[in-house]
């Protein structure tokens, strides 16, 4: 009998291609091409089944296109890059990998958050230029972390790990905007409390953003937000490009409206906003929230995990829509 065919259209850990070729017969990509949308239809052609990353866009021309589809596991936890409502209408099972990055990705937030505060990047740049010749009292002073106020914008799993680090690590003081309140139990857990995003702009002295992208939270932070916060605060986005409004953000930045930001997601990536690559008071990293080793392994095996599950049970282990089961 032959094996369904699968497209594992970026490169993963060897041993999960391994064990994907065990059950199907598999195109894969260890080249790592980003392919065009053209490409990427073309290559979805005769594949029931397919594993992505944020970087292919599943619509309704490429579903179209491959009415054989029956579903694409990303290996993400974010999907912004799925037309969901297109991929249930052409009956095609979506799938994410919720939770096995959960505390790395939150690990990362606060990481970032500090390196932003205590302006670990600017201070390393100078150091590595040769600059440092003296100790002085005021060489890169930055924003105290501990006892702070921190601000977060999306109070999903991720946001949640960040209040309990900032809240029962740093004893700082949490507040969280999100598009639902949390239960009694949660914000206990996590030590936060529910404000609106105006109070929240004004008084945090970090704001973090993790909140899922989608076309209500573009440019959930833009010109008008970034004046809401005080001059001393600080800004992560570790949630989507387009979350934020990098042209406004750099203007802030280089106008000391806020005094620094942490930014590990980008309009457009991988290409950067030019200006943001102009101030110094920023730290910048390639979309790397979710990368240790042990958590990406976890992502591929989910995902992977995903496509055996639909395509030999009919039952997807962590689905994003409901579809008519259907195994191969
Ligand atoms: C996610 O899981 O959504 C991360 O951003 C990696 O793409």
């Known amino acids: 009998m032959t094996q369904p065919s699968i497209l594992v259209a970026r490169a993963i850990f060897p041993e999960v291609l391994q064990s994907l070729a065990q059950v199907f017969e598999v195109q894969s990509n260890q080249a790592d091409e980003v392919w065009s949308a053209a490409e990427l239809t073309r290559r979805m052609q005769g594949k029931v089944g ?54 790395t990705t939150a690990d990362f937030g606060f990481a970032l958050l500090m390196a932003t505060a205590r302006r670990v990047s600017e201070s390393e740049h100078y150091l590595r ?47 969280y905007h999100n598009r639902s309140r949390l239960s009694a139990e949660l914000e206990a857990d996590c030590k936060a409390r529910y404000v609106s995003k105006q109070e929240l702009l004004q008084s945090a002295d970090h704001v973090v953003l993790v909140l899922p992208y989608s076309a209500q939270a573009h440019h959930t932070i833009g010109a008008a937000e970034l004046a809401q916060m005080k001059p001393t605060a600080t800004l992560v986005n570790i ?24 930014i590990d997601v980008f309009e457009g990536e991988p290409s950067v ?45 962590t689905p994003l829509n409901t579809v008519p089961g259907h195994a191969a």
């Open 273 to 317: 906003h030019p200006d943001l690559l102009k101030v110094p008071n920023v730290v910048l990293t390639p979309h790397i929230a979710s990368s240790t080793v042990k958590t990406r392994m976890a992502m591929a095996q989910l995902a992977a995990d995903n496509l055996v599950a639909y395509l030999t049970r009919g039952q997807a282990l």
């Open 50 to 103: 397919a594993l992505t990353t944020g970087s292919e866009r599943i619509d309704a021309a490429l579903l179209q296109a491959n009415p054989q589809l029956r579903i694409v596991a990303n290996m993400a936890v974010g999907y912004n890059n799925f037309d969901v409502p297109a991929m249930t209408a052409a009956g095609v099972q979506a799938s994410n990998t919720p939770d096995v990055l959960t505390e």
């Open 129 to 175: 230029a040769g600059l440092w010749q003296k100790w002085s009292y005021d060489m890169f002073a930055g924003a105290e972390v501990h006892g702070a106020t921190l601000g977060i914008i999306g109070m999903g799993r991720i946001g949640q790990g960040i209040a309990r680090r900032g809240a029962h690590g740093f004893g700082m003081n949490v507040i």
């Open 239 to 262: 949630a989507r490009g387009g979350i934020v409004d990098d042209a406004a953000l750099a203007k802030a930045l280089a106008a000391r409206q806020i005094a620094a930001a942490g």
